[in-house]
């Protein structure tokens, strides 16, 4: 029986970096998780040969000695950076992604800042020899519409309990991303995030929705249509459900005022929205 090495990859995870620009009375912060991957020709590495292994503390290393050569500025173009460096000084090194989450901050004065409760915003860059993909996107987005959706005319089944609605709550916390045609294409990386952000949003306000679906594949639609620099966007919508508490007992009504908000269990509403024309895709993003 033969038995050969599969798909293999390694890196350092979840690196923590914090970078100050001091630069007079007024600094600027970055926070950022970043963590990398390797791949290529390391089948010697899993029969205890290390002479093509990278160690993960130097990728570490790497990365607080880039931010201070470098510094941080968009997670995109760091992430290339860094990317681009371990695929170009290293021989056994055919692949490198680094996937990099920005921890938002709001300024309290030149000097103080307070950690924002909102949305992070997420990178990913691959490089394979001389191809280089980004994918940007967001995490932690919360949602939500008290009014304008409705959901009915769905199978029923001897299993099925749920009342149908034509009006109700519509919440959701948005994972949202989105692949650029191609690198450097269109405006700023951080230009490009708020717009696709905004689009996302307004997509959600503007769209009388009749399922979680409907309104994912509005978003997505709106994205493309507002951001031409975009390929495709994926989404992951979770249904916040909030269900009416019935009051009767206490000789009330309840026209749609109270409600009980749930964590779990939760409908999980996934999808990608992309252009017809849309370049082939990275084998993983």
């Known amino acids: 029986m033969a038995i050969t090495l599969g798909d293999n990859r390694y890196g350092k995870a979840e690196v923590r970096l914090v970078r100050v620009v001091r630069d007079g009375a007024r600094h600027e912060l970055r926070d950022l998780t970043v963590s990398v991957a390797l791949a290529g020709d ?12 990278l160690p993960t503390d130097t990728q570490k290393n790497t990365v607080y000695a880039f931010a201070k050569r470098y510094g941080v500025g968009e997670p995109e173009a760091f992430g290339l950076l860094l990317a681009r460096h371990f695929v170009d000084t290293q021989p056994a090194i055919s692949w490198a992604r680094v996937d990099l989450v920005e921890h938002p901050w709001s300024r309290l004065g030149p000097h103080s800042f307070a950690r924002d409760g909102g949305p992070t915003r997420v990178a ?9 993909h980004v994918v940007s996107g967001l995490a932690g987005l919360v949602l939500l ?15 099925t309990t749920l009342p149908e609605t034509t009006d109700r709550i ?10 650029w045609a191609s690198v450097g294409s269109g405006p700023s990386w951080g230009a490009s995030f708020q717009g696709a952000r905004d689009a996302l949003v307004t997509a959600f306000v503007e769209t009388y929705s ?6 994912l594949y509005a978003m997505g639609a709106r994205a493309l249509e507002k951001q031409p620099e975009l390929a495709e966007v994926r989404l992951v919508l979770p249904n916040k459900h909030h269900f009416l508490v019935d009051l009767a007992p206490f000789g009330l009504d309840n026209d749609n005022e109270v409600y009980v908000a ?24």
């Open 42 to 53: 390391l089948a010697a590495a899993h029969e205890g040969d290390n002479s093509g292994v």
């Open 124 to 132: 990913s860059v691959t490089v394979t020899g001389a191809a280089s």
């Open 145 to 159: 519409n008290t009014t304008d959706s409705e959901f009915h005319g769905y199978v029923r089944d001897g299993y």
């Open 170 to 179: 519509l919440a959701t916390e948005v994972s949202a991303r989105w692949r």
């Open 210 to 215: 009749y399922s979680l679906q409907q309104t």
């Open 262 to 285: 749930t964590d779990r269990p939760y409908g999980l509403i996934e999808g990608t929205v992309l252009r017809d024309d849309a370049p082939a895709a990275p084998e993983a993003w």
